[in-house]
């Protein structure tokens, strides 16, 4: 229908419309990715969430969960997601004075990336810890949402540049 | 089972533990929040995703349906918010030369408020950019996610301190 | 941003930018939709489905239970409706020579009508009758899906016109 | 259709066909509903769930978050339930020899009750301390789910008899 | 537990009684469908909706993904069909002049068809065109849904006979 | 982090958190497992539920209806489950004089077990036995909830010890 030049956008047909890629002739491999990101916050609420360290507190484990669970339900969450068996995901957080830094991993030996399931993840994982501090801090933020590395497909080992 | 000073944070209750906390006793009021995040990638690519102007692209359309649909699904996303029945879900897109600024307001009428659902939607918009984009720039940022307003409930109207 | 005339399309902000359009200051009525479809297939294919009136088969009653529970998912499924808590739902067949009509009615008590709702039961049960006997006839087809009947809201009682 | 007595089981129409009744004149009244259940194993597996008190193990967490979860999705699993705004949902585990007992309280202010929300709750928690010591033991059973009191709606508070 | 000769449905077991039915044992192939059905309006709606060609107006973008989001919830909204790991989905729109044309194919490598899930990805983006368009014309009508090729599997490519 | 003994529960890591275990290097082999439960309630209640033998009765097409698709999202509803694509699941109810047996077997040709699956299948159609019987029986008990077989995999056939 067009002679104008197609869009680098993959996610694009010849006349710009949205489709879900095919990817029935990529091969299957072992993938992975992982995302990260930091949650911006203050002092004493980065105190109250590492009390989770103490035997009584869930945010951390209510978050993690959010973030793996939401790794599954990424192709019903981003439009033009493939579908995927996933065969690992696993949430992280580390401390900083004022945040906390989220990073999520996910795996898979199929046709196409886990980068957007691993950036779900630390996205959903982020989002609850907003929910679970934002009576303290409303003024909380999810920063530098970003993928970190990833592996497998067609052009092997990723990292960001310098 | 503990005298140690309750947590102030809400979700948990006197023993630490997490639980959907109780909104029974809240007024039904009209509630509205606003949400934002900046979406950093390169001039090319804002180039590439503006051309939603033209009439054949639907990169921004796919990432507005999908920050709506994903606000209506935030009480499944993230483990401690309530079932709420939105009454509107708006998500906008702002260009600068080398991010793409996305918005998001709901609104409800109901027990609590739709901070996470802001939240949520910018989230899921962002991250639908990033799904489209990562082709050409896998290296693109979602930055800056944060409530930027809030009104309705016991304490009104909120945006963030200076 | 335009001075060009507002779509008659509700969906539609005044740039064309879909929404979930405000329901907030609509009157919580009780609100009733009724919708229905033929689904047109050969006779001795529904000879096989209405032998569900033995004490056997649960071709009718698979079909009904995936109409009313996708009468429960419309929010999830089309984009720009809204959540309702829906009052009740049924779905119900009717046997003609080589065709069966599907038809459902869903009622509640909200701010937005729920035509949706009974069109997307009548489609999904539908589809479901399409499933079960697509090894027998892949020519089946869904037809005439329409609405029949709502009340409720600003507009009262509609029937379509003759 | 029918001279037929009609069925005592509320679900079905006079013909025994599923629907899914009609709460529209039903009170909006505050509800609430306790269910529990007893997850039998061994006591060394109890000793390993027990030392989530400990402060690095998410096993109970992870019971509790997916109890609350699954009662929000009660009227996706159950194919004749309401869907209904939840004002609270709590799970909370207790330690036996070799067994844990499950209990979940559900409340919320609508027009039908919340009985299958709590067992929801419960069953899904069960499962899931399942999925957790499956490795170490197969065999474990998750026994007597059942509600053990409800209030609220036409018939008031009610719990099991003796 | 009978004698009566099996029913040629194939989603029914011996005793008439649903199952998922086992495809284990057939063979991992490509396979591809593609469905159809004619959304019928008005001449002046059409004309709205093809307004979708110049910069502003979302309503195909939004049938587009409603249509791809629905063919990748099938095995949730069908209740026999298996899951499948979708290759590709894509869905296109036909004008004519007083109807829009819906087609939609899908492709996957796996064990059983994609028959429903281009039935579905069909009726999810006629059935979102009808919210879109409903406040202007409620009698549409979604008509002539159905299978119009498939290929792969055992009997190879399929189209309607004359 | 930690020298303590990793915990044998394999759901947590070395320091006691959850994560989604990761399969990818098992084998891809045919796996099924089979669960039941026995669902408690009187005589008389047991009689309306088999009254589904007669032509006009949903319950039991309902409940089985319900455990089939609850299989299909297990990997949703439990925290750490994998996502898998079925190859079969089938649900059958038995009658006792004032009990109702519920069993499922689930197949699968994955990398993982299915006996979380067949869990939740016999978990929702019992709980939804419970949501049909629960005005005339609001006593009734899901009990003995366990895995009776499973085979596929590293280990074998297994069944519970004497």
């Not at 992982?34 to 869930?58: G, I, N, Q, W």
């Not at 580390?94 to 989220?102: D, G, H, L, N, Y």
């Amino acid at each position: 229908m067009t002679d104008a030049p197609r869009s680098p956008l993959t996610h694009l047909d010849a006349d710009g419309r949205a489709r879900m890629v095919d990817v029935g002739g990529k091969d299957v491999t072992d993938r992975s990715a992982t995302a990260a990101a930091r949650f911006l916050t203050r002092p004493d609420v980065v105190a109250l969430v590492r009390s989770d360290d103490l035997p009584k507190a869930d945010v951390l484990a209510t978050a993690r969960i959010a973030g793996i669970q939401g790794a599954k339900r990424t192709s019903e969450l981003i439009p033009l997601c493939h579908p995927l068996a996933l065969s690992s995901v696993s949430v992280d957080f580390e401390f900083e004075e004022s945040s906390i830094v989220v990073t999520a991993t996910v795996t898979t030996t199929g046709r196409t990336g886990v980068e957007m399931e691993a950036l779900t993840a630390v996205a959903i994982a982020g989002l609850t810890l907003h929910d679970m501090v934002k009576a303290v801090d409303p003024e909380a933020i999810l920063d530098d949402l970003r993928l970190i590395a990833k592996s497998g497909g067609k052009r092997g080992h990723w990292t960001p540049g310098p």
